[in-house]
Each structure stands twice: as structure tokens, then as C-alpha cells.
């Protein structure tokens, strides 16, 4: 269960609303049953619960079963798609480990769809099925323009890998190859796609890899999961 707040080994927690009625409704522990908790920072902890209503729960936090993994260095930017896709893209950005999802404003993206409460309900709901202890910081939406532009003075070494399927560099094992160990970003495009004007400012910068998925057009949330996994197995992480 994720709790979003600090743990150590002997704190007494006490959780209400929401996370207790989970804890008693939902999982319905009974008052001695053991949880798994973690928050993202300190790794997971056993807890036992004291005693709970549907209300209130209190906690006893036990030893620590496993230290906090590094989080992966890679940032997920999306344009923000149809709601339910979006909370799939979502889900699975958090299983394959990014370090953040930053949702970004393009010409062919209606921002109506951005909900950041839903976003990081569905980034910690993909954590704790997954049993993976990095929740990824879900970042205030930018536009693609200022993205770019404060790109520079936030990650001068970081290199922005975009999937257009209108690149013609077909091969992406070797467009990502020189990175290297590089720090990344990976960025799809909405359903619409980049527009032309959009293609060419990402073009036009140095730190901006464009690489194809294939020969098909995917859908964005299958386009993420494609090149996160491209990314991962060309430069780890
Ligand atoms: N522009 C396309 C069109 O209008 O048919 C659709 C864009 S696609 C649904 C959404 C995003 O997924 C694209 O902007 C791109 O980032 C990524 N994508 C989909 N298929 C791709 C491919 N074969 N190669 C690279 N990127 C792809």
C-alpha cells in the first residue's frame, strides 16, 4: 500500500478515510494482519494493523523488506490522449520504471484531458501492483515551445529521444547506440502526431534524437510502451 508519508521501522501510523477503508473494506484486514506499505522514498516497510474501521486505522510499522530502488533517469513526455488510454499510457510508463511523466501541450492535444490527481492515482495504482517502489513525479504540463526552450538550462546533457513516425531514420538501435549511458527523455506525440512546424523546432535541436517505432503507425499509449522498451534495451536503466 502506498502511504505518503515518511516510515521507519516502530512508527504508529494512523490513516483515515481512503486508505483505511482500503485497508478494511477492501483488503479487509483484520486487526494483527500484516501490509506491505511503501511511499517512494524509504523503501518498504511490514506493518501490522492495530486496529481499523472504515474510517481510522492504526498501524505499527515493522522492519524494513526491501531499501528503496534507484528510480530509472528516464522522463516520459507526452501529449496528453483520450482519458482511458491515457490512464493505460500512465500505468505502464510507472511498470517499466520512469522517473517522471511530464505531460506537454502540442498543437494537436486537447489539455481538457490532463488530470493530475488521476494521473498520479494511476501512477501509484501501477506501483503498488507492480510491487515497485518508485512512483513517478507527475510535473505541471508545459507547452512543447517552452519545453524545448528551458531545455537547455534544466538538462544541458540530457538528450530528448522522440518517436515520429515520419523520421526516416528506420534503424533506432543505432540512432540510440552513441548515447550511450545518457541520461533520456522519451517523448510521443498525441493522436494527431507532431505537427510539421513542431517536427522541425524538434529537428532543429541538438539534443533531440528522432527515432522510428517501425513501419506501422502505433497508437501513442502502444508507441510508449515500443520505445520505452527500445530505450531501456539500448541504454539501460
Ligand atoms: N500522425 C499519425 C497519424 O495522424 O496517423 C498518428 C500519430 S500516433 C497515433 C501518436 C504518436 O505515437 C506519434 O506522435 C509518435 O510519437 C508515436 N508513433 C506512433 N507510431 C510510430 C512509429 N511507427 N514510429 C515512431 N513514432 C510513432
Request: proline share 5%; net charge negative.
Amino acid at each position: 500500500l502506498f502511504i505518503d508519508q515518511p516510515l521507519a521501522t516502530g512508527d504508529q501510523l494512523k490513516l483515515e478515510k481512503a486508505p483505511s477503508n482500503y485497508l478494511v473494506n477492501v483488503l479487509r484486514l483484520n486487526e494483527g494482519d500484516e501490509v506491505i506499505l511503501f511511499n517512494g522514498q524509504d523503501g518498504a516497510f511490514r506493518a501490522t494493523l492495530v486496529n481499523g474501521s472504515k474510517k481510522a486505522a492504526q498501524l505499527e510499522v515493522a522492519e524494513q523488506t526491501s531499501a528503496q530502488t534507484p528510480p530509472s533517469q528516464i522522463d516520459y513526455i507526452f501529449a496528453p490522449i483520450k482519458t482511458a488510454r491515457l490512464d493505460f499510457m500512465v500505468q505502464k510508463a510507472t511498470e517499466m520504471g520512469v522517473n517522471a511523466l511530464r505531460p506537454v501541450q502540442t498543437q494537436h492535444t486537447q489539455m481538457s484531458r490532463i488530470n493530475y490527481d488521476r494521473m498520479r492515482a494511476n501512477a501509484v495504482e501501477a506501483a503498488e501492483q507492480c510491487e515497485i517502489l518508485n512512483v513517478p513525479t507527475v510535473h505541471e504540463a508545459q507547452t512543447l515551445e517552452k519545453l524545448i526552450a528551458n531545455w537547455a538550462e534544466t538538462d544541458p546533457e540530457r538528450k530528448l529521444i522522440f518517436a515520429d513516425e515520419e523520421t526516416d531514420v528506420t534503424d533506432a538501435a543505432k540512432a540510440l547506440k552513441p548515447l550511450g549511458q545518457s541520461k533520456v527523455a522519451v517523448l510521443i506525440g498525441p493522436e494527431g502526431g507532431f505537427s510539421e512546424a513542431e517536427r522541425e523546432l524538434l529537428r532543429a535541436q541538438s539534443f533531440c534524437v528522432p527515432i522510428s517505432l517501425g513501419p506501422r503507425i502505433l497508437r501513442a499509449d502502444t508507441a510508449a510502451i515500443v520505445a520505452l522498451t527500445l530505450v531501456q534495451s539500448n541504454i539501460g536503466d
